[in-house]
Structures are given as C-alpha cells and as structure tokens.
C-alpha cells in the first residue's frame, strides 16, 4: 500500500498562489464575496501562512508557506470526531465524509495546522458559474467540514486507468492539482514507501523539514528550504 | 416526514447542547443544520481535452481545458507548450470563472442614456451594430479624414491586436495607441544601448546570480507562468551550484520575499546602486576587459567609431558614483556595495535584472539603462544564462497597403500622441497625450475611438483626464468581455469572445528568446453569450468599409487568416511543432549542427501538428550572434554614459526640490499578480491572493513604515487618506516593515468603477494619484516619482470596505487560525 506525501520547496515557491486556484477549481469550491472573506469565513484548502522575520533588525526577511492538510500518519482530527467523518483511509490519506458530518467543528479546533474548514453559507455558483463545476468532487453543504483531500478522486481515476491498463500505479499518474499547476515545480508528490519515488529522495534532503514536528502529528508533507527553516537551522 | 441523519443527529445535539446552555442556543444550532444539503449535483459525462491558448494576460501560456460533455471544467498549461510547460498561474487557474461569469456583456450593447452605469445599455443585434458602425466609418472615410480614428489597445499579442492594428492603418490612421507599457522603458533601453527594438531576454535557467533592481519578475513578467518555470529552474540544486537571488527595492515585494537577500534602498535609487555597484567593478578591474574592448562604445571618453564624442562611462563613475556618495544616496552601506559587487563578478554567469515591476508599471529609463551597463561589464550580452536578444516569428506579411488614396493619405498625418520617431519621442504609444489631444482637438479632432481589451478610465496614469476625453469623442466603440470602466462610457459595447470561444494565433510573448505561433481553435463550439472574437469583428468592420480596407486582409475568417499565417512559417524552413522535452533537445542539437528536421514535409501537416499539440516554435538560440544583437550605429554595445548624466542631474535637481518637504514621502506602486495589468477583480477567486504577506483581501491598502505610521498618528488597520497633486484616495493602513521610512506603497489593479459584481468598487485606484510629471527622457508618466501626504480618515469612501466597523470583532476562525498558524515555529 503507498503512503502518499507532498514535498515543497520553499526556495523555489514564488508565492504566486497558482496552488490556491487550481485546489479551488479542481475542488468546487464556490467563490467567496468580499463580505465572507472579510468574516474569515471564505474556503481555501490550500492556502499561504506568511512567516516575517527580523523585524527592525539588521536582515528582515518574507516566508510564504503553502499549508495544506498535512494528511498527518497520527492525525489529530480523525480522534475527536464524534461521528467518524474523518478517518485515515487505506492509502494513508486523511478523508473527510460529508454526509457524515455533523459540523460540530471539533476537527477544525483539533487540527494544529488550522486546514479545515467550515461552510458556514449555502454553496451558490451564479448563474452559468454551475456549469464549470467538476462532477469528480461533491458540493459540500452548508454546516459541514471540509479540507484538503490530496485531490482523492484523482487517485481513484488513476487507480482505474491503471488496472484498465495491467499495471501497478507509477509515478506521475497521480499528482493533486496543485502540485500539476505549480509553476516554478517547487511542489513533488508521490509515494513515501518507494524509497526511489522523488518525493523519498527530496524528503533526505538536508535542507527537508516539518511543520510542528514536535505534536507527534507525523505530517506527510514535507518542506525543503536553506537556512533557518531547514536542517541547518 | 423524512428526517435525515445529519438533521438527526444535528437535532440530537442541537437538544443536549440546548438543554445545557439554554434553548435559544439548542434552536439556534438546529437550525444551522436543518438545511443543510447542497443544491449542486453537477451531472457526468464524456471526458475530453482540448488545447487553447489563455490570453488573460499576454504570456500566451499554452492551455489543456479538461471537459466533461463539453462543459470546460478545467484548465491547466499544455504540457508541450513552451511557454506554460504544462504549468500555470493563478489567473490562468480562474480563467474558467471568466468564461462563466455571469456579468458578461451578453451580446451588442448601444448607450441610449447616461454614461457610466450598464442600465444605460440596450442589447441589440450584430448586424445592427457593423451597420452603424460601419457607416459611421464609411462616412468618416469618405470626408477624407481617415486619421480622426483611434484605436487604443492592451493585452495580448493576439490575432485580434494584428487584425486592429492593420485594420487601422488601411482605414487611413497612425493612431494606433497601445495602453499596457510595462516592457517599454526596458525596450528603449536596449534600443538605445543595443540597437535592438524589443524587450530584454533574462536567461535566468543558466545563471548563477541574479540582481535585481526592484523588478517584480515573479509577479507579473510579460509571462508569468515562464518566468516561475525559469526561477525554478535557476534554483535547482545543480551538482554543487544553486543560483543566488538578490533583490535590491524600497518596498519588500513578493518577488524579493524569494530572494536570498533584500537590500532595502531608499525610494527610486535602485539605479544609482547599480551604477555604484558599476564603479566598484570599474575601480577594481572587476569587469569584462574582452567585451569592453571588443564589443562597447563609450566605456572611455572620447571619440568612439560611429557616435559624437562624449562623456565615457568610466569617467561618469569615477566623477558621480563614488562610493560614499552612493551610500549616501541610497541609504545602503559600503560593505553591502562592495560585497554584491565582488559576488556579481565571481559567479560563473550573473544577471542584472532591470525594474520592469508589471505590466503597466515600465521602471524609469535611468535605472534601466544602468542595469544594462552592468550586464556589459559583467560580460554576459548574448552569453548563456546573460541578457539574450528576443527573435521574432517568421509570420508573413500581409499584403502592402497601397501608397495612393485616402488610407495613404491619412496615415501620413501626424499621430495624436506625438509618439515614436517622427513625433520626437522615445515611447512608442503615450495615452496620456492622445487624452489631451482629444480634449484640446490639436492637431485635429477625434472622430472615432475604438477601445479594444484597454480601459484607460481605470489603468492609465490620468484616469480622470481620460474620463473627461472620452465624452468629447462623438463616437466610441469599446470592444470587451466585461462592463469595464471605459465601456461604460462607450457608445457601443461589443463583447468579445473569450479565449476558450475563438480561433487565435498567438507569437512570443514579451521576455521570450524563441520565435513561436500558438494556434488555438475554439473549445467550445458556440459562446456562451452573443460574442465574437475581436479578429472576426475587425475582419467584418473592413467589409462594410470595403475596397482597400476589406482587401488589406490575406484572409476573410480566423481560421483562414492563422492558416495563411502557418503557411508562411512553413515557408521560413525552420522550426518545429511544440514538442516533448525529447523533441526540443532534438531539434536544438540539430540546428546547431546546420540541420532542419522539423518532423512535418508539408504545410497541411504542419498545420495539423500545430491544431494537434499547440503550435510552432523554433527553440534553437545561437549566442552571440553580434551582428543581430549588436545593431547600434557603432555595430557595438553603447554605454550612453551621457544620457545617464544628463537624467542624473535633473533627479538630482528634483530631490533638492522635494527636500525642502519633509511631511511627503515616495508613492512606491506594485502590481499584484492576480490583478496585474488591470485586470483580475472581476474574477472572484483572486481577490484573495492580492498579497498573502498579510490579510489584507478584497480592498486596496497602503503600506507605510512603523516609524511613519507613529508620525502620521496613523494605526494598523485603520484607514488613510492619501494625497497628492494629481488627486485622493483612502485606503487602508498596513503597519510594517516590509517598506522603508520614506516610502508609502500601494497596490495597483483595483478602484474600479465597473468590471462586474466582484470588482465593482473594491478599493482604490493610485493611478488616480499620478501627476502630469513624466519619467526624464523617456517621456513615460512618472510611475516612481510621486509625492504624497498622508492624513487620518474615517472609513473607505465607497465599496464593500465600508463594512469595515466591526472588523477585528467577528473574524470567526480566521483570528485563531492566524494565531495559531503564526505559533508554528516560535
């Protein structure tokens, strides 16, 4: 069974935020008004945390990190959940059940990385907006929690056009539509058990690090960057 | 009745939750499940791909749109087109939501009431529309002044902008105006120092170090989508090398928040650290003796083969640039000069990059023209991983226009704008002043304006002045998608199709290397609203004018107008059709070697190749080829050491001047990408990409120092009202120090007036604040030289910001998220 994982290199990451569309046109996400964004209340499964540093000092410095679910091994999430809506499934990803959800946010407040996220309106799509939508991926309603799913039925397409084929799943045939749009190719996926898959050999690197390691969350997604953030801080 | 088990567990809870806190709370919390379930079921059906080129911006990125029963769903980059590589940005990602959007012009629009509200409008039919504008051009040609039409323009190098062009040059008018004018103080650099009309290539792959002098390559390049797939590419860890990254500007922009280092300069002296960064070079031999001495002009004083006598560039160096006194002006220390002098010169390749910071914000000529005299010294014109000279597409011309009769007649008048050579100008369009000539009718009046994808109400630098102009025009006809500013106040409206609606070819966009033809034929088979594509409107509009302008056309349609086009690149024997990574390699190798193997025998099949997977391109680039790079009269690189002294001494003049007004400080503009060029409000997923450096979304804001902040009593959060000569306007306060005392910097792309429900009256628009100055020499409007003050105000004046009373109250979870994403590491 593979263990799907991101590895994102910050060094080459221009912050152009093509990760955070493509996720929300892949995704059905319904676009948000100005009046939602301001309320905090406007869907991102992806989005970029900004990290200043050197405030008034001598070598003031920008990080933007692109923060997805981490799709953790030991996911917080899945253990407060009351109604067994969110599970890791066999493929190690961390799944969400809209129809099983019951909105009662435990998940959003358990999730250190702060990636789910609540409907708190009705999806509208104006008038012909509707015909964009993708029929791969449901319109979440109102009242229940959704976050990043590594674009999940991209997977299952792969594993169909791969049995359709007699052949095991390889490298490439399944990549989130984040990773597919990154323009600079700072974003890898791929399969943490081959150790010869990309993301394997990018995870040794020295410059590889995790976001709060130290929960215990396990996070499969790994960042790569020099300096302070990396392995040489 | 059905109870669902969501409703019924909500119910559940809602009950226990009620009996504990109190029954308001439980009714409330059942309530919020109750009606739960989402009206979408979006239906299946065939999937298929289809190719299409996005021209949102004028990249050209080469698209794949997935679609499913014919519905596009999605679109992401073309894997084999060169410029996307299968990539794309965040524009070209929302692209779908302006195909779908539901404030389209939905067909032909006549203004029967009051400018500037779409109420105004009635629809009507295309034919109605070519019969009176057509006539309305008939009329115009038959009184014999042809030259009184106007075509203003912005975008893409599309079919549709060749078709406007040389419609309007066999109707019989120069006045071919273009609006976006971000690549030209750098084409005029290289023009004036190589000969060479066309923007600089930065081969930034194959580099080592890159400077930058306050350029926002990484937000809004003439291509977006190729300059992050070379970023990444320059950062690659390569066996033992990985590309250093330096970004030199007053405001940290999200270009520089990439970079390994931020030197922070004061306000519009990027260009003197470059020329004190040259004289550090000069003074310790540091630069390159061979290139100067074979292939500059103008480095020593003195006579030069082919130029007057003049002021040499070593001695311009050693006389003003001294290191003290650049230290001084720009506010960075001499170790730091020193330092990023020493490393440009020790790296294997290095790049100075010149401060283009968007599509319509061009950089000052001084400072361009400084970062190509230090790409001479370092030796890197023409060299791999240097500055690399653009080849244009082998496209065929279309048939000369006659030298008699009226059309010859009226392009032989002078233009409005004054611009180009003949004009005295170095610019090659100034909007600026064909406002002022349709207000003061000098030279002669306007009779006809044609706005094709430009909105100059909103993404000139006098907005206001265009607004005035534009109702002294007896007849207007904006051709647009959407209700722009400037279509408002048009007499017609005519919706163009969008780019997944049209055939189109489109050539190298600006910053490329290589020729290409992209070839795109529609993804859908009928637009969604009454549209059509621009070459199709013009094609039209030469008919019903007929004789030489219906003739001016090798072709009556699109498809036959690309083919024609295809045809001739067939004929230039070189080239491939866009290919696998394999391909390219293939290709380069064998041209290298003198060979052509193009994989097509014939027209058709290039034609079908080119229908199949994109295009046409030739990747081949031959380095140094100094005949083709080097076209100055000298045939050498010219440092026009004189010009810099010259634009030196009037800013010199300028600050003494500003000195004297301690309270004002330096407008610093940007464009972000999601909004570059003027257009990306009106598609709803990126106003809330503008800046993720901080929550600012959805409104304009202004950053302004910590230090300035507490002087002006101004707080985080709040609002400002900020002014100049030219004009007012209020925006929001971001308190930081992503920008340096002096300097206050706002975000171009928003503030306006039209652009549908999502843009309409989303914050502000800083053009406003432009004054009639013009950048020294170049004669571009001063985008970097504004002054402003700043004052307290009370809230925005119009726009969904003005619910700005409660903000901070009842963020939701956005305030926890913040707190807790900010906790991550500290």
């Known amino acids: 069974m593979a263990r799907w994982g991101m590895v994102i290199d910050l060094d080459r990451c221009t912050a152009c935020q093509a990760c955070v569309v493509a996720c929300q046109v892949e995704n059905n996400i319904p676009p948000a008004s100005a009046r939602t964004a301001e309320r905090g209340r406007a869907i991102a499964w992806i989005r970029l945390v900004p990290f200043g540093k050197g405030e008034g000092g001598e070598h003031p410095s920008l990080r933007l990190i692109p923060v997805p679910c981490m799709h953790c091994e030991h996911p917080p999430c899945t253990k407060v959940c009351p109604v067994h809506a969110t599970q890791v499934g066999d493929d190690g990803l961390v799944g969400q059940v809209y129809a099983r959800c019951i909105g009662c946010r435990y998940c959003t407040t358990a999730c250190p990385y702060t990636v789910r996220q609540f409907n708190w309106d009705r999806p509208a799509f104006p008038e012909p907006m509707e015909a964009g939508l993708s029929p791969d991926v449901s319109v979440r309603p109102r009242g229940v929690v959704e976050k990043c799913s590594f674009c999940h039925h991209r997977l299952q397409n792969a594993k169909d056009a791969a049995r359709a084929a007699g052949r095991p799943i390889r490298e490439g045939d399944y990549l989130p539509a984040c990773v597919e749009s990154c323009p600079p190719g700072a974003m890898a996926f791929g399969d943490f058990d081959d150790p010869r898959s990309t993301v394997s050999r990018l995870a040794e690197s020295h410059r590889a690090f995790k976001l709060l390691e130290e929960l215990g969350t396990h996070p499969k997604v790994i960042y790569l960057s020099k300096g302070e953030w990396g392995g040489e801080s | ?826």
């Open chain 2, 1 to 826: 009745m059905k109870i669902e088990r969501r409703r019924f567990v909500g119910l559940m809870l809602g009950a226990t939750s009620g009996a504990a806190v109190g029954l308001s709370a439980g009714h409330l919390l059942s309530k919020t499940f109750a009606t739960a379930d989402s009206p979408y079921d979006p239906p299946g059906g065939i999937e298929e791909f289809r190719l299409s080129v996005c021209s949102l911006c004028p990249g050209g990125c080469g698209v794949r749109v997935r679609c499913i029963a014919g519905r596009p769903v999605k679109v992401d980059g073309n894997p084999r087109h060169p410029v996307s590589g299968g990539r794309l940005c965040p524009k070209g990602q929302a692209s779908l939501q302006s195909l779908y959007h539901p404030d389209r012009i939905p067909g032909p629009m006549r203004r029967k009431g009051e400018r500037g509200s779409l109420a105004s409008f009635e629809k009507k039919t295309w034919e109605e529309a070519f019969v009176e504008i057509g006539g309305r051009l008939r009329s115009i040609r038959e009184q014999g002044k042809p030259e009184s039409a106007v075509l203003l323009r912005a975008g893409a190098m599309s079919l549709g902008s060749r078709a406007g062009s040389r419609f309007l040059s066999a109707f019989g008018s120069p006045n071919d105006v273009r609006l976006d004018r971000g690549d030209e103080a750098a084409s005029i650099a290289l023009r004036l120092t190589q000969g060479v009309k066309s923007a600089p290539v930065y081969d930034l792959p194959s580099t080592d170090y890159v400077l930058s002098l306050g350029s926002g390559f990484l937000e809004a390049s003439g291509s977006p989508v190729a300059s992050a797939r070379a970023f990444g590419e320059f950062r690659q860890v390569r066996t033992g090398r990985r590309g250093k990254f330096v970004q030199v500007e007053s405001r940290l922009s999200l270009t520089g928040a990439a970079a390994d280092e931020w030197i922070a300069v004061h306000p519009g002296t990027e260009g003197i650290f470059a020329l004190g960064i040259a004289s550090v070079l000069v003074n310790e031999d540091l630069y390159d003796r061979d290139f100067i001495a074979e292939h500059a002009a103008g480095f020593e004083s003195g006579p030069t083969p082919g130029s007057k006598p003049g002021l040499g560039l070593r001695a311009l160096l050693e006389r003003d640039f001294g290191l003290e006194r650049v230290a001084a002006e720009t506010g960075v220390s001499v170790n730091v000069i020193l330092r990023v002098a020493r490393e440009l010169h020790a790296a294997r390749a290095s790049l100075v990059v010149g401060p283009r910071r968007g599509p319509l914000l061009p950089g000052s000529l001084f400072d361009h023209l400084a970062a190509q005299a230090l790409n001479a010294l370092v030796g890197n014109i023409d060299g791999e991983g240097g500055l690399l000279v653009a080849e244009e597409t082998p496209i065929p011309a279309w048939p000369e226009l006659s030298a008699k009769g009226p059309g010859a007649e009226g392009r032989k008048h002078s233009r409005l704008d004054g611009a180009g050579q003949n004009g005295g100008k170095l610019v090659d369009s100034d909007p600026e002043d064909l406002a002022g000539a349709i207000l003061s009718k000098k030279p002669y009046p306007v009779e006809f304006l044609i706005l094709h994808d430009a909105d100059p109400l909103h993404s000139s630098a006098a907005p206001a002045r265009f607004a005035k102009a534009i109702e002294g025009v007896p007849f207007t006809v904006s051709i647009s998608a959407f209700p722009s500013d400037s279509a408002l106040h048009a007499d017609w409206i005519l919706p163009e199709a969008h780019f997944l609606e049209r055939w189109d070819l489109h050539t190298t966009p600006p910053g490329l290397s290589f020729p290409l033809a992209s070839v795109s034929k529609p993804v859908l088979e009928h637009p969604l609203v009454d549209a059509r594509s621009s070459a199709e409107i013009f094609l039209e509009l030469a008919k019903r004018v007929g004789g030489e302008v219906a003739s001016a056309f090798p072709a009556s349609d699109p498809p036959s107008l690309i083919r024609h086009d295809m045809d001739g690149i067939f004929a230039a024997q070189r080239g491939a059709v866009m290919g696998t990574a394999f391909d390219e390699a293939w290709v380069r190798m064998m041209e290298g070697a003198g060979w052509w193997a193009p994989g097509y025998r014939t027209a058709e099949e290039l034609w079908k190749g080119a229908l199949e997977f994109g295009g046409w391109w030739d990747p081949f680039y031959d380095h140094e080829e100094w005949a083709r790079v080097l076209r100055t009269p000298s045939g050498k690189f010219e440092f026009k050491a004189d010009l810099l002294d010259g634009i030196a001494k009037e800013r010199a003049q300028k600050l003494t001047a500003e000195n004297g007004n301690a309270t004002e400080l330096s407008l610093v503009l940007f464009e972000p990408l999601s909004v570059a060029g003027g257009f990306g409000a009106e598609l709803p997923f990126l106003p809330a990409l503008l800046d993720p450096g901080h929550e600012e979304r959805w409104e304009s804001w202004a950053e302004i120092h910590p230090e300035t902040a507490k002087i002006h009593g101004l707080r985080d959060k709040g609002w400002v009202r900020i002014s100049s000569a030219g004009g007012s306007i209020v925006v929001r306060v971001v308190v930081t120090w992503r920008v340096v005392p002096e300097a206050v910097a706002i975000p171009a792309g928003l503030g306006k007036r039209g652009g549908g429900r999502w843009a309409r009256d989303m914050g502000a628009n800083p053009f406003k604040l432009l004054g009639a100055a013009r950048d020294p020499l170049s004669g571009l409007p001063d985008f970097q030289g504004t002054r402003v003050r700043l004052e307290k105000a009370q809230g925005p004046e119009t726009g969904p910001g003005a619910m700005a009373a409660w903000h901070g109250s009842d963020s939701g979870l956005s305030g926890l998220e913040l707190q807790n994403t900010r906790n991550f590491r500290s």
